[in-house]
């Protein structure tokens, strides 16, 4: 049975924990397995950019004409110092660091051949500087897999290394032209196949999904090969809310849920998979499980398309404290027809994406990323409307693929007050499968811990194991 297999960053770094949980654990099936592979933790933002903070990494450095050349040197030394960290586990250290200074020299050549290029002005800085952004994305997925396939071989394991990156061919290839290419004539029963995460394609895998491009090469290997189950290994389990929020101890975890819930969690910031990964995914028919790397006896949480709970339950409590509440307030939008597409026009200009929307007589309130919110998006709808309010938020979400729930709504309002936070906005769709509620930011945390003691903890409801 083939099956594919993402390990992400947090797990990578631990990958003594990823040999015995994962890749070593069932002696009974250690073939016939394909892992993705994510760079190990804080790579890609020392290359990019911090992914929470905007930090910026190298690429901000080649993007300014600084000094990118003495920061690639950097990044070197720092590969090795985690090369050295897995001396223990058979890591040979001569060729590891070896691949480093290779791979290190081969991306300054490319990098240095863009520098000229955007100095002759012959090709838009634009389109420059997103090649750039590919070629420092992939560095740190290639080292992880050269890593973890060198690994593998001290462990006894045949092991092969398919390295998406590209770096030396010139082929004109789509992503999924490499991919399907990549896998032919690959004896998958007998081997263990370790992918990187990036992928080279002519549309640009970083100009497609951005930051989430590891899941996107996931995703399109499994429609490729097709197997019974896709697997996600984390360093948590999908569960009713963050335990660093709620306490371990009062995370439940999911067991089973749908590719409908997946899509809510990641409209809010909590991807389980990248959107655009798990659409493929979803048509195709492969169920994702998402599990616990630390926990590899638990059989983790099943994702499928069709998946309903057979009692209705709040499955998940989320959402995200890093949101502003736009509201418009104008008298003259009463029995208006299209007012709010204008609004809209507005937010498209500004490459602005709406998470929730409220609305009454004379009112709109839309529920934006804090980051999208810039002075020159509020300067034109100040210009344009009568009263603009602009209001840090929280949003908070219940969310199940059942809960259609008579008294769910009040159940999960009075908890909230309770919890004394006033309720700024809410909205539910006829579909039912998520209840948002807009909170004081300061009020986030609470928000969660209410919401999940009342409706996950003490719901009731056994948690179903698939």
Not at 37 to 44: F, L, N
């Amino acid at each position: 049975m083939i099956s594919v297999e993402k390990i992400g960053g947090t797990s990578m770094s631990a990958f003594g924990d990823v040999l015995r949980h994962i890749m070593l654990y069932d002696k009974a099936r250690i073939y016939g397995r394909i892992y993705v592979v994510s760079a190990y933790s804080g790579v890609t933002n020392q290359l990019l950019e911090h992914k929470k903070t905007g930090e910026p990494g190298i690429y901000a450095l080649f993007a300014e004409r600084k000094d990118y050349h003495g920061a690639l040197s950097n990044l070197a030394q720092s590969l090795k110092k985690l090369n050295a960290g897995f001396a223990d586990l058979g890591l040979p250290l001569d060729v590891a660091d070896a691949f480093v200074d290779t791979r290190i020299g081969e991306a300054r050549k490319y990098l240095d051949a863009m520098h000229h290029v955007l100095a002759s002005g012959y090709l838009s800085r634009e389109n420059v500087l997103l090649a750039a952004r590919e070629v420092l994305a992939s560095i740190g997925e290639s080292h992880s897999a050269f890593n973890a396939v060198e690994m593998l071989k001290a462990a006894g394991v045949n092991a092969i290394l398919l390295d998406l990156a590209g770096f030396h061919d010139d082929e004109a290839l789509t992503i999924d032209q490499r991919i399907s290419n990549s896998f032919k004539d690959l004896d998958l029963a007998n081997n263990v196949v370790v992918a990187t995460g990036y992928t080279k394609g002519i549309e640009g895998i970083m100009r497609e999904f951005d930051r989430g491009y590891s899941e996107v090469t996931f995703s399109k290997i499994a429609v490729e090969v097709r197997p019974a189950e896709a697997v996600i290994h984390k360093e948590f389990h999908l569960s009713s809310a963050d335990p660093n929020i709620v306490g371990l101890e009062n995370a439940v975890i999911v067991g089973a849920t749908n590719y409908d819930v997946a899509d809510q969690l990641a409209d809010v910031g909590m991807e389980a998979i990248h959107p655009k990964a798990s659409k493929p995914m979803e048509r195709a028919g492969i169920p994702i499980r998402l599990k616990n790397t630390f926990e590899p006896e638990h059989p983790g949480t099943l994702i499928t398309k069709d998946y309903v709970g057979e009692r209705a339950r709040v499955e998940i409590v989320t959402g995200s404290d890093k949101v502003t509440l736009v509201e418009i307030h104008d008298p003259s939008m009463v029995g208006t027809v299209g007012f709010d597409l204008g609004i809209l026009e507005i937010f498209r200009r500004h490459d602005v994406s709406y998470i929730l929307k409220a609305t009454n007589a004379n009112s709109i309130a839309h529920l934006l990323w804090e980051n999208s919110v810039t002075p020159a998006l509020i300067d034109e709808l100040e210009t344009t409307y009568q009263v603009v309010t602009i209001k840090p938020s929280a949003i908070v979400c219940t969310i199940g693929s059942n809960i259609s729930i008579p008294g769910v709504l009040a159940r999960a309002a009075q908890a909230l007050a309770e919890a004394e936070v006033n309720v700024n906005c809410v909205s539910q769709t006829l579909r039912q499968v998520n209840m948002q509620f807009i909170v004081e930011r300061e009020d986030y945390k609470k928000s969660i811990i209410a919401l999940n003691h009342s409706l996950c903890v003490n719901s009731g409801t056994p948690v179903p194991v698939a």
